[in-house]
């Protein structure tokens, strides 16, 4: 078991270590930092959680929310981390540390005073991001169980996102961007189509998957082979569905402020034509 060297007392249940592979480390346990102080030496055995913040940046943010967290809070907070890393299976953005600590001490103190935050985008995000919505709703099951608070739903929604963000490495606010840009275009096809999509059903599935995957391949530049032959017949075939296709695309491209490649426009009719289809 490594010895490691106190950098800093952050409370009586955080500090700061050098770890001799890791640099700086954050250490969190019961009592850990009592009467101990800079310089001190404490085994890694001795904490029950350790977790390394390389970006100084992050460091900071996180070491400044602490002082304001109820210790019985940061436990279940730092528990729901671990939980997600577990589930993801992956290297997650340090971020998470800074971004979900921050938003669930919030999310905890409304929810203990019967205050909800409304989330417009959760049957967006479910649809979108299926399996960081079933981690969340672990997270969610996890905090009940260690605190007795209950979340309203709205907040799986929110932590799914945070999740997402940390996976993929993409700022939350784009994560955000785009679940509302997909809310907003399924809302067009909807009323152009004069038609109502089962939330719950395999076609709104579909339709948001198709959506996100288009939104993605514009973010990365990537194109799509354009069938010519096909894209003339659409027009003609099924000029609504043709006409609504673009109408969406330049709304993705006022949206994102990137091209949309016109092969997108066929894929789009195709899928929006097999939709019409299907609910007239």
């Not at 250490?27 to 390389?54: C, M, P, Q, Y």
């Not at 409304?110 to 967006?124: D, T, Y």
């Not at 939350?172 to 275009?185: I, K």
């Amino acid at each position: 078991m490594a010895q490691l060297k106190i950098e800093k007392v952050l409370n009586n249940n955080v500090l700061i270590a050098e770890h001799p592979s890791y640099g700086e480390v954050v250490l969190i346990g019961k009592g850990i930092g009592f009467n101990r102080k800079h310089g001190d030496l404490i085994e890694t055995g001795s904490a029950e959680k350790l977790f390394v913040l390389k970006n100084e940046k992050e460091q900071q943010n996180y070491i400044k929310l602490l002082p304001f967290i109820d210790n019985e809070f940061l436990e279940v907070i730092i528990a729901s981390i671990e939980l997600i890393k577990q589930r993801t299976n992956s290297m997650l953005n340090e971020h998470i540390h800074v971004a979900l600590t921050d938003h669930l001490m919030f999310a905890l103190t409304r929810a203990s005073q019967g205050m909800e935050m409304k989330n417009p985008f959760l049957v967006e995000t479910k649809a979108l991001y299926r399996h960081e919505y079933e981690i969340a709703k672990e997270v969610v099951e996890l905090i009940k169980e260690n605190t007795g608070i209950s979340f309203p739903i709205g907040e799986i929604g929110f932590i799914a996102l945070h999740i997402h963000s940390a996976i993929t490495n993409k700022n939350l606010s784009d994560v955000n961007q785009h679940s509302q840009l997909v809310s907003r275009l399924v809302a067009m096809v909807e009323e152009q189509l004069e038609i109502v999509i089962d939330k719950e059903g395999i076609d709104y599935m579909r339709l948001v998957r198709h959506l996100r995957f288009a939104i993605e391949r514009v973010v990365k530049g990537e194109k799509v082979d354009e069938p010519e032959k096909i894209s003339s017949l659409l027009k003609d075939e099924y000029p609504i569905c043709y006409n609504l296709s673009w109408k969406l695309i330049k709304v993705m491209q006022q949206s994102l402020k990137l091209k949309v490649f016109d092969a997108e426009a066929v894929y789009l009719t195709m899928h929006l034509q097999r939709l019409q289809k299907k609910y007239k």
